[in-house]
């Protein structure tokens, strides 16, 4: 039987290492991320912007991770859509208890979560899932668990569900694969030390070889930008990255046959950019592409073309084309928030292939629109100071500040929002002081989960405790960076942080104040 909602993990019964991890490193916990793009308003908009209908989020839906990791996007989800139920396993039982942790303090009964492998998760009895999202398990785990990752959304995804599945993919990581491979094999031959000793040598054999003058890095300039890439790795990234037995990098091709064994078909891409190729693709390349019928050679060929090191796919059961009215009516009713700063809305940008000029009248009137709370896309069309733009060049900016990550889908505000999303995050707050890094905050403003800077959650939480001036949030922040409890944390000078907390008061503090991060503010 489950567990209720909210309530303690089960207990645990001890098994051998091996049995139960199927060589999974379980020795760190994984560092404490969310990925905006698992979230159901990002899911339904990569869709939306490829025609296809998507399970509706405004009344009862449900949502099932695999692998969730500690948990923290699971939870920041379960915060602000109270109109969903969501669930969700990992089989490292410290995962567990954090996540659990946050769901008791924020006080979210929507939230089921389970220290189950895939094989146990497979005797449990859970509903139909309108979304099943997975981020980097499938490249992590061996053979015989993607085969039950497959079962799973084949038994318990509904016609018209989503699936998201984010994995290491080829050739993107053409020059690292090699490396991972001579870690793995260096670490496993080694007799002393725990895994993260080990993988630590076989990282130094690397540079080793490297300073030798290995012909593998003199004739490889990639190969040497991936070694810097791992000596800076955190040692969490480091483990559950390189270590699992079964790491594999996928050709798209390879996933797409996996997922049409329990029916699905390839939908869209949850990195936005990858949905319009005339900003992420070289023209000579898109010609090739376009003159190309089959659709999973195009994909391939797109992940030949830009070196894609991480695939974000959407799947979709028995998709359903959308007509042009229904297409237009979602698309007016799409809010969009501010995700950023209005001061990080950069006008020269940079898209995969080219140099962009945002125009200034336009974007200064859109960023504006939205600095006191989400709009939707009829409403920000529709914006009188834009009644001299076009249309379609109204649109075009909003798809490519969609794109930069300046903007990105809300969903409307539930009646118990604020309560459940302020307890998670006083119940973050207690852990950033701990010296916990963390990758954000949730915002009833946007219901969502908002990725904020490091330095900037450290200023936050010293105004929560009532500082106030750039001097006292810049010492506040040193004294946490300096019990960071990771053993790769940096501690930064103090006029950097001093430097740091002027600019988070000048350019920030307007905006993370309309998050709606805090009761009382």
């Known amino acids: 039987m489950a567990n209720p909602a909210g309530s303690p993990p089960a207990a645990i019964t001890t098994i051998a290492m091996d049995d139960w991890t199927d060589g999974y490193v379980t020795e760190l916990p994984y560092s404490v991320n969310h990925f905006p793009e698992m979230a159901p308003a990002h899911l339904r908009l990569a869709l939306l912007q490829a025609g296809l209908a998507a399970p509706r989020i405004d009344a009862d839906f449900t949502y099932l991770e695999l692998g969730f990791g500690q948990g923290l996007?699971?939870?920041?989800?379960?915060?602000?859509?109270?109109?969903?139920?969501?669930?969700?396993?990992?089989?490292?039982?410290?995962?567990?208890?954090?996540?659990?942790?946050?769901?008791?303090?924020?006080?979210?009964?929507?939230?089921?979560?389970?220290?189950?492998?895939?094989?146990?998760?497979?005797?449990?009895?859970?509903?139909?899932?309108?979304?099943?999202?997975?981020?980097?398990?499938?490249?992590?785990?061996?053979?015989?668990?993607?085969?039950?990752?497959?079962?799973?959304?084949?038994?318990?995804?509904?016609?018209?569900?989503?699936?998201?599945?984010?994995?290491?993919?080829?050739?993107?990581?053409?020059?690292?694969?090699?490396?991972?491979?001579?870690?793995?094999?260096?670490?496993?031959?080694?007799?002393?030390?725990?895994?993260?000793?080990?993988?630590?040598?076989?990282?130094?054999?690397?540079?080793?070889?490297?300073?030798?003058?290995?012909?593998?890095?003199?004739?490889?300039?990639?190969?040497?930008?991936?070694?810097?890439?791992?000596?800076?790795?955190?040692?969490?990234?480091?483990?559950?990255?390189?270590?699992?037995?079964?790491?594999?990098?996928?050709?798209?091709?390879?996933?797409?046959?996996?997922?049409?064994?329990?029916?699905?078909?390839?939908?869209?891409?949850?990195?936005?950019?990858?949905?319009?190729?005339?900003?992420?693709?070289?023209?000579?390349?898109r010609a090739l592409i376009d003159a190309t019928e089959d659709a999973g050679m195009r994909e391939l060929l797109r992940d030949f073309a830009v070196q894609t090191p991480l695939r974000r796919d959407v799947f979709v059961r028995s998709p359903r084309t959308l007509g042009a009215a229904d297409i237009k009516q979602e698309d007016n009713s799409t809010l969009l928030a501010l995700q950023r700063p209005l001061a990080s809305c950069a006008r020269?940008?940079?898209?995969?292939?080219?140099?962009?000029?945002?125009?200034?009248?336009?974007?200064?009137?859109?960023?504006?629109?939205?600095?006191?709370?989400?709009?939707?896309?009829?409403?920000?069309?529709?914006?009188?100071?834009?009644?001299?733009?076009?249309?379609?060049?109204?649109?075009?900016?909003?798809?490519?500040?969609?794109?930069?990550?300046?903007?990105?889908?809300?969903?409307?505000?539930?009646?118990?929002?604020r309560t459940r999303a302020h307890a998670l995050n006083k119940a973050l707050l207690k852990r950033l002081h701990a010296g916990e890094r963390l990758s954000g905050l949730v915002s009833p403003a946007h219901s969502a989960g908002v990725a904020i800077a490091y330095h900037d959650l450290l200023f936050l939480a010293a105004q929560q405790i009532g500082e106030s001036n750039a001097e006292a949030l810049a010492s506040y922040a040193q004294a946490v960076l300096q019990i960071s409890t990771g053993t790769t944390a940096t501690s930064a000078a103090l006029p950097q942080l001093q430097s740091e907390a002027r600019n988070f008061l000048n350019y920030g503090d307007e905006y993370y104040r309309s998050l709606d991060l805090f009761a009382g503010v």
């Open 73 to 285: 996007g699971l939870n920041m989800l379960a915060a602000v859509h109270p109109q969903g139920r969501f669930f969700g396993n990992d089989f490292m039982p410290a995962h567990v208890a954090a996540a659990q942790s946050l769901a008791t303090q924020a006080g979210l009964d929507n939230l089921q979560l389970m220290q189950d492998s895939f094989a146990q998760l497979h005797d449990r009895d859970l509903p139909p899932m309108d979304f099943i999202v997975l981020h980097g398990v499938y490249t992590w785990v061996d053979a015989e668990n993607r085969a039950l990752i497959v079962e799973l959304i084949a038994r318990l995804l509904k016609p018209g569900g989503v699936v998201y599945v984010s994995y290491n993919s080829m050739p993107g990581w053409a020059n690292k694969a090699p490396l991972q491979r001579l870690m793995s094999e260096a670490a496993k031959r080694q007799t002393e030390g725990s895994a993260l000793q080990r993988f630590h040598a076989a990282r130094d054999l690397l540079e080793q070889l490297d300073a030798a003058g290995a012909a593998f890095f003199a004739s490889n300039p990639g190969a040497r930008t991936a070694l810097r890439d791992i000596t800076n790795a955190s040692d969490a990234y480091l483990l559950h990255e390189f270590a699992p037995r079964g790491w594999t990098p996928f050709y798209y091709t390879d996933v797409a046959v996996d997922l049409a064994r329990a029916g699905l078909q390839f939908a869209a891409s949850a990195k936005l950019f990858s949905n319009f190729p005339h900003w992420s693709l070289p023209a000579a390349s």
């Open 348 to 417: 020269n940008v940079r898209t995969p292939t080219a140099a962009l000029r945002l125009e200034d009248d336009v974007v200064d009137v859109l960023l504006a629109a939205l600095t006191n709370g989400p709009k939707n896309i009829a409403a920000l069309m529709s914006l009188p100071a834009l009644a001299n733009t076009s249309p379609p060049s109204i649109r075009e900016t909003l798809d490519l500040m969609l794109c930069l990550g300046y903007l990105g889908p809300a969903t409307a505000l539930q009646a118990e929002t």
